[in-house]
Each structure stands twice: as C-alpha cells, then as structure tokens.
C-alpha cells in the first residue's frame, strides 16, 4: 500500500524567507501533484511532476521530483503572507488511477 | 468551461437518512474521481470512473456508499442509512487522461448529526 509523508505539518514563517517542504512515498510512481487549499475550499492544482528530475516553477514555489529517492520538494521563496495555506503532495501508483495525499502542510506566513 | 461543479454545498441530514450528490465534472474529462476528506486530513480516494464504466473503489466505500456516473457525464454519489462518521467533505474532482492533472470541485460538506 503507498503511503505519502509530508513534513512539517505546520509550518510558521516570516515574510521574506525561504523554506522547504518535504513529501516522501513508499512505493514505484510515476506522477506526483502539488495542490493548494485554502480553509474551506477545495483544492487547487499547482504543480504536474511527470518524471525524474522534473522541476517546475511559478511564482514563488518550485516544486521538483526525484523518483530514486522517492521524494519530492515544495520550496518557498521570499515567502508572502498570500502563501499562508496548507500544501498537500499526492502521488500515483504506476499501477493505478487512485492519488494518495499527504497529511498536508499548513504554512502560516507571517508579516 | 466553469470546472467542476458540485451539489449541494452542504448538507445537514439526521442519522440513518439517506444522501446524494451530484458531480458535474470539466465537460469532456472522461476520468471522474471521488475523495472524502475529514478536518486535518489529506483527502482519501473513494472511488473512480473512466467514462461511465465504474473501475476501482477503495475499501473506505462500504456498501451503504454506492456511485454511479450515467452515460460517463454526471456522477451521483449516494450514501444509505448515514452514521455519524459519515461527516466529512466529498470532493469530486476529473482528469482527462490517467496522469493529467485532477481538477477539484468545491465538495459538498456532509454533516450527520
């Protein structure tokens, strides 16, 4: 069964800096997805990784991929308090068409 | 194209009644998924559908949870005789191709009381 580990689960920052996210899975994939979620919304696509060693940006987030290691990073830059939500990574089975999140990552932003 | 729809928003209902929704997804999308989220988690697969034929459900839908999607448009989701631990956000979300980004709908928050 995969299992996803995302760390930290809470995350506080200051505005300005940098920081990363991790989101470790347990078996064979061959996608990984970032999504965003604000309180009380839905989920909002931010990232495709289709392959070993992708790496995407926009804005102030990059997210990349490394399938040997089975890790993928959601890095910060130069955060903003517009950021402060809770990131979730998902990942495919290469055998199936269910996601499986991560418990997610609530980053607070603050000014 | 105004993504995927979800209805009701929220829903109320006593214990032991019976729940639909309903899932419009991104007009011809032909993968529609269903996921449950609870407070403070990541959302937990439910089932799936390519086109109309239903091809994996996860264990978490017992059989009081069953879903259809006729004529692979629309989907329903219905839940019989709702338990308490049936509260939760259902998400539908649709993909066009099996590793294609999914696009979420804005759930409906079930609460049973």
């Known amino acids: 069964e995969l299992k996803v580990e995302q760390n930290p689960l809470f995350l506080s920052m200051q505005e300005g800096k940098n920081y990363t996210i991790y989101c470790n899975y347990s078996?064979?994939?061959?996608?990984l997805y970032w999504y965003r979620q604000d309180p009380g919304k839905s989920l909002e696509s931010l990232f495709v990784?289709?392959?070993?060693?992708a790496v995407k940006q926009e804005g102030r987030l990059m997210a990349s991929l490394d399938t040997k290691a089975r890790l993928s990073t959601l890095h910060i830059t130069a955060a903003v308090h517009d950021l402060s939500a809770t990131y979730f990574c998902?990942?495919?089975?290469?055998?199936?068409?269910?996601?499986?999140f991560g418990e997610g990552t609530q980053l607070t932003v603050n000014p | 194209d105004t993504g995927v729809s979800q209805n009701p928003r929220h829903k109320i209902t006593k214990r032991g009644q019976n729940v639909t929704f309903r899932c419009d997804p991104i007009?011809?999308?032909?993968?529609l998924y269903w996921y449950r989220q609870t407070l403070g988690q990541g959302p937990e697969f439910l089932t799936y559908?390519?086109?109309?034929?239903?091809?994996?459900k996860s264990r978490l839908l017992s059989d009081r949870f069953s879903a259809e999607r006729p004529k692979g448009s629309f989907s329903t989701l219905e839940i019989q005789r709702t338990e308490q631990g049936d509260s939760a956000m259902y998400l539908c979300?649709?993909?066009?191709?099996?590793?294609?980004?999914?696009?979420f709908g804005q759930g409906t928050r079930l609460t049973v009381v």
């Open positions: 979300a649709s993909s066009w191709g099996r590793r294609a980004e999914a696009f």
């Open positions: 998902a990942v495919g089975e290469t055998s199936g068409s269910r996601l499986t």
């Open positions: 559908f390519q086109n109309e034929a239903q091809l994996e």
């Open positions: 078996t064979t994939s061959d996608r």
């Open positions: 990784l289709l392959s070993n060693g």
């Open positions: 007009s011809e999308h032909n993968r």
